[in-house]
């Protein structure tokens, strides 16, 4: 099915473990984004990338990493996690339409960092 | 930079009620879209709605109806006659409109949680 696939769905880690958010878009959408779902702070975005080649930071990048991997790909990594971290993340992917943007996210991936 | 308000935390309310949740923008752009999503207790987010600045029309969809005011850089969206599969949180986002196919952040609101009591 065309869509943005993330994976993991669930992840819990130890405070100073690392690990890679994965995202995946088959359709053909330029720009691809990070989010953060925090109780009561709606989403924040953390990193983006307007096309293949180029990231930039957003709202809340702080002990973030991304790479956007290819046209399909737009990784996320945390380098030394913290309970801080502890959230949703979505992953999104948009393109410029005749009608107007169009967005797409993913189904999001629960993180606990204990 | 953009911004988007949603003054109501949480309503709730009783099933067949009429309920509107609030949302107010602010944004230097002349040209940009706004956007509601849904968000039931499941987790994924649903589109509901995308508006451009330059059509103002109120738009109805069944029982969910929008009214798009610059005037007042509001964008409110109305539930009628709500029912409980109504309940989950409601997130209105902007984004600015910047031609060449280059990304555009969508700025979201902090949401409404809208529980609908049988």
């Known amino acids: 099915n065309a869509g943005v696939t993330q994976t993991p769905k669930f992840q819990v880690l130890k405070t100073g473990q690392s690990m890679t958010l994965q995202c995946a878009q088959d359709?053909?959408?330029?720009?691809m984004y990070w989010y953060r779902q925090d109780p009561g702070m709606g989403l924040r975005l953390i990193y983006y990338?307007?096309?293949?080649?180029?990231?930039d930071k957003g709202e809340v990048p702080n002990g973030y990493n991304v790479s956007r991997l290819n046209k399909r790909e737009f990784s996320l990594r945390l380098e030394s996690a913290a309970p801080s971290q502890t959230s949703v993340y979505f992953c999104?992917?948009?393109?410029?339409?005749?009608f107007g943007y169009g967005y797409t996210f993913g189904s999001g991936t629960r993180l606990t960092v204990v | 930079a953009q911004k988007v308000t949603q003054a109501q935390t949480e309503i709730s309310v009783v099933e067949k009620e009429d309920v509107t949740l609030d949302c107010v923008y602010e944004?230097?752009?002349?040209?940009?879209?706004l956007f509601w999503y849904k968000q039931p207790p499941s987790g994924e987010l649903v589109f509901l709605i995308r508006?451009?600045?330059?059509?103002?029309q109120n738009e109805i969809s069944g029982r969910y109806s929008w009214n798009f005011q610059k005037s007042t850089s509001s964008f409110n969206f109305t539930i009628t006659a709500s029912q409980v599969v109504d309940s989950a949180v409601y997130f209105c986002?902007?984004?600015?409109?910047?031609?060449?196919?280059?990304?555009?952040?969508?700025?979201f609101g902090k949401g409404t949680l809208l529980t609908v009591n049988p």
């Open positions: 999104a992917s948009s393109i410029e339409t005749a």
């Open positions: 359709m053909n959408h330029n720009s």
């Open positions: 990338s307007a096309s293949e080649g180029t990231t």
């Open positions: 944004t230097r752009d002349t040209t940009y879209y």
């Open positions: 508006r451009n600045s330059f059509d103002e």
């Open positions: 986002a902007l984004s600015e409109a910047r031609s060449g196919g280059s990304n555009y952040k969508l700025t």
